[in-house]
């Protein structure tokens, strides 16, 4: 059953759906749910089951999960948290659910997507199917051509450790009012995380690395698009990760008061002092990755491309027992992904230097294996070429 609002014959966005056992527990939407977690792969949960252990029963696991959804009986189990390190040395928790728990998440997930997509604002660009980072990117460079000068860069203190459970399911119950779904995703939201010291209940928050937590995560900060959008403001979000943009300083410092209302009292959450920061294009400021520098340059900001040398270096370390065909091999999708997200900015003269670097890493590992010594400038470019490296520079459009 859905309640509707607007009159016949108008595009209906706004309405409340307060029946979707169904649609969500059938066998075909809950087949493709788990073909998309079984793709995605990734590590064991708590009960330590893999993909691929929990594929041998693959029929039988489906029906128990099946009957669980169907008869109320379906109970997650707490989610695994683990340490990853980060390139700069800090380390950053993920959360880990089980298959089975991946795939109930990835079934609700497949028909809440669409309800919520009809509403979400155009500011929001994160984590949302046909978006990408670099389409927040052209759209903070679209209004920079507007005359939008002045930015509020703004970052949100713990976003995904501080949801508020309560608002959130008051937020999801305005569009999806179905009691049996509510009951699941609290499940979720409460069903905690254990650790190396023991088990912790979840009071607040959405764990990074379930299926469903970007969706949420979005539902959440949907509130403060709308808000920002139907107050006339520019604002480019991905995940916690936003910007507003204006024509002047004044309305810069304006937009600020009116995002702390909003994350302060609307959201119980919390604005970072230091990292929030009223600037514009000449000051430069940086977002996604990229570091926006005077009024028409931008490049990778200097964290993230110390992040990517330090991941040449890994995959490049001489006391690796490889073929240089393997290290060759495992580089290139780096260098490839690298060079396709980055290669719109100002960078022709860093991915030169860049290609120089890398190719004297790869020399400096054939020397190693060979035993030779200073012969670091005796293998030509068209030799490591022939054996697959890639170039940022053909990376370049």
């Keep these: 059953m859905v309640s509707r ?3 016949i014959g108008e595009q209906v966005t706004e309405c409340t759906y307060y ?3 169904d649609r969500i527990t059938k066998k075909m939407n809950m087949h493709y749910a788990t073909k998309t977690v079984i793709e ?3 590590s064991a949960g708590i009960d330590r089951v893999t993909i691929e252990e929990f594929s041998e029963n693959y029929q039988q696991n489906m029906r128990e999960l099946y009957r669980q959804l169907k008869e109320d009986r379906y109970d997650p189990s707490p989610v695994l948290r683990v340490m990853i390190p ?8 993920l959360g880990i659910p089980t298959v089975k728990d991946r795939i109930a998440q990835a079934t609700v997930k497949r028909i809440m997507e669409p309800i919520f997509e009809k509403i979400f604002c155009d500011c929001s660009f994160g984590f949302r199917p046909g978006r990408s980072q670099m389409d927040a990117i052209n759209k903070v460079e679209e209004y920079r051509e507007q005359g939008y ?3 509020l860069d703004a ?5 995904f450790d501080n949801i508020d459970h309560e608002l959130l399911m008051k937020f999801i119950t305005k569009r999806v009012n179905d009691g049996w779904v509510l009951r699941i995703i609290k499940s979720w939201l409460t069903a905690g995380v254990v650790t190396e010291e023991g088990y912790i209940p979840s009071k607040q928050g959405t764990p990074q690395g379930g299926v469903i937590s970007p969706l949420l995560a979005n539902i959440y900060l949907h509130q403060l698009d709308k808000v920002m959008t139907e107050r006339g403001y520019k604002i480019v979000r991905f995940a916690d990760d936003f910007v507003i943009l204006t024509k002047s300083k004044k309305k810069a410092k304006r937009a600020l008061e009116v995002v702390k209302e909003i994350v302060g009292k609307k959201l119980k959450l919390t604005l970072h002092p230091e990292k929030t920061v009223i600037t514009n294009f000449g000051k430069g400021f940086t977002f996604l990755g990229f570091e926006f520098i005077a009024w028409r340059y931008k490049r990778p900001r200097k964290k993230t491309l110390k992040q990517f040398k330090n991941k040449v270096r890994k995959k490049t370390k001489r006391q690796q027992p490889w073929p240089v065909e393997v290290i060759i091999g495992e580089l290139n999708p780096v260098i490839r992904g690298w060079g396709n997200y980055f290669g719109n900015g100002n960078v022709k003269r860093l991915f030169k230097r860049l290609d120089e670097w890398i190719r004297m890493r790869i020399r400096s590992y054939i020397e190693k294996r060979k035993a030779i010594k200073h012969q670091n ?3 030509p470019n068209a030799v490591l070429r022939q054996k ?5 520079l053909t990376t370049l459009s």
């Design 388 to 392: 697959g490296l890639k170039s940022l």
């Design 19 to 21: 029946t979707l056992k």
């Design 377 to 379: 400038r005796r293998i």
């Design 5 to 7: 609002e607007g009159r």
């Design 149 to 151: 000068k002045w930015v």
């Design 40 to 42: 995605n792969g990734g």
């Design 86 to 93: 980060k390139d700069d040395g800090r380390e950053r928790s």
């Design 155 to 159: 970052d949100i203190k713990g976003y």
